[in-house]
């Protein structure tokens, strides 16, 4: 008997040793809308994805960024964007974005162009979960890489709109920003929610960046880890939370602008690298 006592006492320890053991920062294995997370009748389904096994995007989802018709009243992340072949590359299925130093101004007369991609106007995404698996090869002083949304059909003027930024980074930094913007937060400046999160990282390594848009709230993740979360709080009074609604996705290098800094041509080129895109809902 004591023998069965002690072996018994032994079991109940090892539970509670794996019990607090547990990632207290890890999320429900199913985030989701409305639904319990233990409604085992439903789970996350693979809606849509993108491998960029190229040779060449795929035209009824993405569209390259085109350069602004007026380029002194553009905004500054869209200032050298182009379409020049020179800012893409399909390599071992995975697409480079670049930005270069522009040696043939003969058609471009700017000194640094860039590569970006989105889905404006031909593929939205309604709330649910988009996961990008990427890397920033490189940092240069002006370089400026990101991974946004804007709302698919915007029905008001920026910020009220919307906005999220799953990913920015700035020149060589060992951190990243993931940052929301509304007429709550940019316009009436209130932090309650704060707005904004860095995450250190290593953005040389590859790693899967994950955005989960919920009714009540977005969550962010790096690599299965939550690292910023946005709640609707007082039920989105002064348009606190505009971001349950469909979205395009803007994947791009960018170079240059008041918060990132002027361009050093010669730290140049940089890349930012995507290999997949995967958007589930929870069905």
Not at 9 to 15: A, E, N, P
Not at 165 to 188: G, K, V
Request: proline share 6%.
């Amino acid at each position: 008997m004591k023998k069965l006592t002690a072996l018994a006492t032994i079991l109940m320890f090892s539970l509670l040793l794996s019990a607090c053991s547990k990632d207290d920062n890890e999320a429900p294995a199913n985030p989701n809308d409305e639904n319990k997370d233990d409604d085992t009748s439903k789970s996350w389904v693979l809606e849509w994805s993108d491998d960029f096994n190229g040779p060449a995007l795929d035209e009824t989802v993405w569209s390259r960024i085109p350069a602004p018709d007026n380029i002194a009243s553009a905004p500054d992340w869209m200032k050298n964007q182009s379409t020049d072949d020179r800012c893409y590359e399909f390599r071992d299925g995975v697409l480079a974005l670049k930005g270069i130093v522009n040696n043939n101004n003969e058609s471009d007369s700017r000194p640094t162009i860039c590569g970006g991609i989105w889905t404006t106007g031909k593929k939205a995404f309604a709330p649910g979960r988009i996961v990008i698996r990427a890397r920033l090869v490189n940092g240069a002083q002006g370089a400026w890489p990101a991974m946004w949304m804007m709302p698919f059909k915007a029905t008001t003027s920026w910020p009220a709109c919307g906005e999220i930024d799953i990913l920015e980074r700035l020149n060589h930094d060992q951190f990243i920003y993931q940052t929301i913007h509304s007429h709550y937060a940019n316009t009436l400046g209130r932090t309650d929610p704060p707005k904004s999160k860095t995450v250190s990282l290593d953005p040389s390594q590859w790693h899967e960046y994950e955005l989960y848009i919920k009714s009540k709230e977005l969550i962010f993740r790096i690599d299965g880890r939550t690292t910023f979360e946005y709640p609707k709080v007082n039920n989105g009074a002064d348009n606190q939370f505009p971001f349950y609604t469909s979205w395009d996705l803007r994947l791009d290098m960018q170079l240059g602008g008041s918060w990132v800094g002027a361009v050093d041509p010669a730290q140049l080129p940089v890349e930012m690298e995507i290999d997949w895109v995967k958007y589930y809902q929870w069905k």
